[in-house]
């Protein structure tokens, strides 16, 4: 223990090793650090972080898309500070305190129409769980029990836990731990990009009222989306979506709970995707941007129709987590809701959102550069090996170029992005909302360099057609 102490306290290098004996890094191949050095950020400031060895980085992935309102506030670390010398700790079983009220009335206020119920959580995967467990305890309450699956969408992530995990769509992150959690069921996304020949977009709202029937009605509690899909690579819905699955929901009386781990807290340009996209839920699940990831936390909202149920005679929702609701995370929450609204957060990313997807759109010249979509600041790049056929990267082919070679370039360059193949290949950007021009000039500048360079070594030429230039798989 004293060497351990002593080692930590006597400086870098030795981080290195302790980090590549003792921590264990999520989702995180470990072998992959046996001869390079583990990344190890020790400083943020902004829209920057800096390493161990005080080499700079863009943030653009906003620490997973949570550090919407930048790195290095002192205030609101301060926020948190002052409430533990108030109150520490107490719990929200049965026993409330002055932040988590303060909060969840805030939330209410801020969430579309009526869903004015917050439940809190330590963090998205929690949330999402929460919803499953209150959609399938609803039913049970208003008289229909076999009320209990849930449909998803292929390719989402949902978390990890196993009843979120069930609803999770990526077949890699699923199969380790099966059997799962019984009864989620998967339909399509909204990736327009590679619409199947002889479909339309209206088919993918379509196909959820066709997964409703084929299970039968009377056995589906909810259905959960994101209001922009992230794992495949930021998929936006097409017009009229959401406005057609409300619709499907309330024909079968299934739950809408609408997604926001990442999608809320201006990330789209709006407090909650469900308002950017206008549509009304019936449970929000969220967490990242709610407090900035300056403390965990996450929540579930409810309308006040579902949580009607439960807030009569010996009802209650029999479902907890000691740390939900937590003072410190609660007074961080505010003072972080406090700067987005203060310092005009949301507005950034209104004024900014165009330009942003113009940089990204100007790098279509590039012949890797399939697609770009998304919304706000959350956009995706689609590599390709020919954009005409629109022709995607093998499993061999997308290793070598994403862990291969993209990660660790953009990286050493000074750019934190995604480069993902959960779907087909994809970088994504994701900045801290307060970015801008000056900020964007350096992703493009850096992505151009690192894309050209792949694409010159996966060997993929330019595209002789036209065609590529006029399409755009979503007008966001
Ligand atoms: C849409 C969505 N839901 C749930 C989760 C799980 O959240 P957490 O990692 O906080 O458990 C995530 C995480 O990225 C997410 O993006």
């Known amino acids: ?31 992959a650090y046996d001869e390079v050095e583990v990344p190890i950020i020790v400083r943020g400031d902004g829209c920057y972080v800096w390493d161990e060895h005080g080499n700079r980085y863009l943030d653009a992935l906003s620490a997973l898309f949570c550090v919407n309102i930048g790195h290095g506030r002192a205030d609101v670390a301060q926020a948190g500070a002052d409430q533990a010398k108030e109150l ?39 949330a999402v769980e929460s919803a499953y467990k209150l959609a399938r305890q609803y039913h049970k309450l208003t008289g229909n029990p076999n009320k209990t699956k849930l449909i998803a969408r292929e390719i989402a992530y949902h978390g990890t836990s196993l009843g979120a995990l069930s609803a999770t769509g990526i077949t890699s992150l699923r199969t380790p731990f099966e059997p799962l959690t019984p009864g989620a069921h998967h339909v399509p996304n909204t990736n327009t990009y590679r619409l199947q020949p002889g479909t339309t977009p209206e088919y993918f709202a379509e196909s959820i009222a066709e997964k409703i029937e084929f299970e039968g009605p009377e056995t589906v509690a909810a259905v959960i989306l994101e209001p922009v899909q ?11 979506y959401f406005q ?46 709610l407090t900035s990831a300056y403390a965990p936390m996450g929540a579930v909202i409810a309308s006040d129709r579902v949580a009607a149920p439960f807030m ?114 994809v970088i994504q950007l994701s900045p801290p909302l307060i970015a801008g021009p000056e900020q964007f ?21 330019a595209s002789t057609g036209e065609r590529y230039k006029r399409r755009s798989s979503s007008g966001e």
């Open 244 to 289: 057609r699955v409300r619709e499907i929901c309330d024909e079968y009386d299934v739950l809408l709970i609408s997604d926001e781990v990442i999608c809320a807290w201006g990330r789209l340009g709006e407090w909650f995707g469900a308002i950017k996209y206008d549509y009304l839920p019936d449970l929000i699940t969220t967490a990242k941007g």
């Open 441 to 461: 000039a350096e992703i493009e500048e850096i992505l151009r360099g690192v894309l050209t360079e792949a694409g010159e070594r996966m060997h993929v030429q």
């Open 1 to 31: 223990m004293a060497s351990t102490e002593q080692a930590v306290r006597t400086g870098q290098s030795t981080l290195q090793e302790l980090a590549k004996r003792h921590l264990w890094m999520h989702f995180t191949r470990m072998s």
């Open 88 to 126: 520490g700790f107490y719990t929200n079983w049965s026993y409330a305190h002055p932040p988590a009220i303060e909060l969840a009335a805030r939330i209410a206020s801020l969430a579309p129409g009526d869903l004015n119920r917050v439940f809190f959580t330590s963090g998205g995967s929690e």
């Open 230 to 240: 992230n794992a495949g690579g930021c998929f936006t819905p097409p017009d009229g």
């Open 312 to 425: 009569t005679g010996h009802n209650s929702f029999t479902h907890g987590f000691t740390f939900a609701g937590h003072p410190i995370c609660s007074a961080v929450a505010l003072a972080n809701l406090d700067v987005i609204e203060r310092e005009g957060v949301i507005d950034n990313v209104r004024a900014n959102e165009a330009t942003f997807r113009a940089m990204l759109d100007s790098l279509r010249d590039l012949p890797i550069v399939g697609d770009v979509r998304g919304a706000g600041f959350f956009q995706a790049i689609e590599l390709v090996k020919d954009q005409e056929t629109q022709e995607t990267f093998n499993d061999e082919e997308s290793e070598t170029l994403l862990r291969g070679f993209l990660s660790g370039e953009l990286y050493r360059r000074g750019l934190i992005c995604r480069a993902d193949d959960r779907g087909d290949p």
